[in-house]
């Protein structure tokens, strides 16, 4: 081998991993942003007719506007867990089958699984429209998903829209973490690839953001499981107190996935900051400046006084 071919070949080994970290990161953002979106649906539409209505003390919009808040709202959970399994299995993928990765997470391949997990979630929240599960509860100011319509169709939604996603994400990161401890450990033989500190950061951020989803989401899903199993018998003992706090604590999940990034991710503190700093430095300017403007305005004479001074010199 000559020089040249040498030097290829030292270029391959070290551009190799940054270009596959490059990807990686890009693919893993895909999947950030897209939950982000789910977070962000119920706060374009929904929540501000929630407001609207506590301060109407009732639903005054009609019939139309409560099922389509009902709708996006249920878009918004349901993207949400899903965008988390996705990113679950990503990251198992990534970690634990890194050899596989590249050819299972292309660009092309990972855009079409985020629009495979929007497919799924609008089929998901189709049925409520007929099945008539979209009402409005006064005790929450609302219009969502009502646990008493269907019994054998709300078993449906905490199965196939919690407990089945919880399970999958579950086992994808006790998976993960068996694999954090065997190269802790150093157990894991030399040839098999190892667990970079951005990598366990990463993971340990997305983890952070499952153990949170599911301790919001756990209580209305339990109760809506024990309404569906006994409704006559289970709902007057649940106290209106508990449905509402559990409630609330599940959609307040979606406030927590932008604190959890900053707190725990170096990139999104340091975008924080820039965002946080040229606000206020965007603020100052203006008042600057409107300070100067009026400081100009009160120096800056007046045409009358300017055309009477003028008149006056050329009188004399």
């Not at 953002?29 to 209505?53: E, K």
């Not at 855009?111 to 497919?119: A, E, G, M, R």
């Not at 100009?296 to 004479?301: A, H, I, Q, Y």
Request: positive net charge.
């Amino acid at each position: 081998m000559d020089l040249l071919e040498q030097v290829q070949t030292y270029k391959k080994d070290r551009e190799g991993p940054f270009i596959r970290e490059c990807i990686d990161t890009t693919m893993r953002n895909v999947f950030v942003v897209s939950l982000a979106v789910a977070d962000l649906v119920v706060a374009i539409y929904p929540y501000p007719l929630v407001l609207t209505s506590v301060f109407h003390n009732g639903w005054s919009l009609g019939y139309l506007h409560c099922q389509i808040s009902g709708f996006l709202m249920g878009l918004s959970v349901i993207g949400s867990i899903f965008n988390i399994t996705g990113i679950a299995i990503n990251r198992y993928c990534y970690i634990c089958h890194s050899l596989k990765y590249d050819k299972l997470y292309s660009n092309k391949n990972s855009l079409c699984y985020v629009v495979l997990i929007w497919v799924l979630t609008f089929v998901a929240i189709v049925p409520n429209l007929f099945v008539g599960s979209l009402q409005y509860d006064p005790r929450i100011y609302s219009c969502t998903f009502a646990q008493s319509v269907s019994s054998a169709y709300t078993i449906a939604v905490v199965f196939f829209h919690f407990l089945l996603p919880i399970a999958i994400v579950t086992f994808c990161y006790l998976r993960i973490w068996i694999l954090v401890i065997q190269v802790r450990r150093r157990v894991k033989p030399d040839n098999n690839p190892r667990l970079k500190p951005h990598d366990f950061r990463n993971f340990v951020t997305m983890f952070v953001v499952f153990v949170l989803f599911a301790v919001c989401w756990a209580p209305l899903n339990f109760i809506g499981l024990a309404v569906a199993v006994n409704p006559k018998t289970i709902i007057p003992r649940i106290p209106e107190w508990l449905f509402v706090s559990s409630y609330y604590m599940a959609y307040f999940n979606s406030c927590l996935n932008a604190i959890i990034y900053g707190l725990l991710n170096q990139n999104f503190r340091r975008e924080y900051k820039r965002i946080i700093v040229t606000f206020c430095t965007a603020k100052v300017f203006f008042q600057d400046s409107s300070n100067d403007m009026g400081d100009r305005m009160k120096s800056k004479p007046s045409p009358l006084i300017t055309n009477n001074n003028q008149v006056k010199v050329d009188s004399v």
